[in-house]
């Protein structure tokens, strides 16, 4: 008889978890990272992007260009924003903003995605040749 109460009680412990979507306390699952292949448009165009060092992390003091596709693609993401107190996002710190439109910036100029009108030029590309004046 005790074997039959036990059953009976192990059937509605496995409903009753069945029926919730996680045990109480926990946090629910956070929704998958996007691809890499999902890098946003850089808000501003970095010229010489490739020189930008990481300022935190194991790669701190890096170059953009010194890195692989994958650690760029990882910069170029957007993060998830740091919460004060009162529960409100602190606004992004200007270096944080700089990396991350670097590293998007190479990613879509490999791509050949940025618009035409925003690709960066070099300064050599934009000096104007003083010996041959059109007037």
Not at 92 to 110: F, G, M, S, Y
Request: proline residues 13%; charged residues 20%; hydrophobic residues 40%.
């Amino acid at each position: 008889m005790n074997l039959e109460l036990i059953h009976a009680e192990l059937i509605r412990i496995r409903e009753a978890l069945e029926a919730r979507p996680f045990a109480s306390g926990a946090p629910p699952a956070k929704p998958a990272a996007p691809r890499s292949d999902e890098v946003p448009m850089p808000t501003e165009i970095i010229p010489n992007a490739g020189e930008v060092q990481v300022h935190f992390g194991k790669n701190k003091g890096v170059a953009l260009s010194s890195l692989g596709d994958r650690s760029v693609a990882w910069y170029a993401q957007e993060p998830e924003p740091r919460l004060g107190n009162n529960g409100k996002p602190f606004p992004p710190r200007p270096e944080d903003v700089l990396l991350r439109n670097a590293a998007r910036t190479i990613i879509h100029q490999k791509r050949g995605t940025l618009p035409s009108a925003a690709v960066p030029t070099t300064p050599a590309a934009t000096s104007v040749n003083e010996e041959h004046v059109p007037f």
